[in-house]
């Protein structure tokens, strides 16, 4: 499975871009208007950081027609860029049209199976299932992953799934399970995933064993 921070803040995708586990970034209007920086040279800056990274943008027009010209544009900034588009049923057309010419897309925003389905048979690349704002109203977030991963396996589907909106460890774990191929991941949220206080308490334990030795070198 892969990783992808869901931020704009290049400070933090550089520190954890050097661990070698981040595979992408997740960007959105929010993330970007947070920098106060010119949001074409943010998003430049970030696809340069991470070459071989998979760099989500949304649109921010609203009109179809507007919207498709804006989606080619975004594509153009780098060759690592993928068109982030909210899964409206007034994009049906302009979404046909962008895979049609190749422009890698994101839908965003996906909240039901059939909207997925949808999603797949125009051909996209990715979708995003928002788990936790499907929380937020008593939906069983989760339950949507695994109904995507059934039916994208069973109708051989080449779309991916993005589990997005990730709001604690437990959604990461249940995303890892349900098998999806990405989870896109606050900056917070994953510098806390990758402790544990087991892993704090086991090593002082270790530390405090060795020092009643007399060794003074090992090996």
Request: contains cysteine; proline residues 5%; charged residues 20%.
């Amino acid at each position: 499975m892969k990783i992808f921070l869901d931020t704009a803040h290049i400070k933090s995708i550089t520190q954890l871009s050097h661990l070698g586990i981040i595979d992408g970034v997740t960007t959105n209007p929010t993330h970007l208007s947070k920098e106060k920086n010119d949001p074409t040279k943010q998003i430049l800056d970030i696809c340069t950081l991470l070459p071989k990274g998979v760099i989500s943008v949304e649109i921010t027009e609203q009109e179809p027609e507007k919207v498709y010209y804006q989606a080619k544009k975004i594509s153009a900034i780098a060759s690592n860029i993928v068109v982030k588009i909210p899964c409206h049923q007034k994009y049906y057309a302009i979404i046909k049209n962008l895979t049609q010419e190749k422009i890698p897309l994101n839908i965003t925003l996906v909240f039901s199976l059939i909207q997925g389905l949808m999603m797949c048979k125009l051909g996209v690349n990715y979708i995003s299932p928002f788990i936790g704002r499907l929380d937020d109203i008593d939906c069983d977030g989760i339950a949507l992953i695994n109904e995507l991963r059934t039916m994208i396996d069973t109708y051989s589907f080449m779309t991916q799934i993005i589990a997005a909106s990730i709001r604690d460890t437990q959604h990461i774990n249940q995303a890892i399970m349900a098998g999806v191929d990405i989870a896109t991941v606050p900056v917070s949220l994953l510098e806390k995933a990758l402790d544990h206080p087991l892993t704090e308490t086991g090593m002082a334990q270790f530390l405090h064993d060795w020092q009643q030795l007399t060794t003074k070198n090992f090996p």
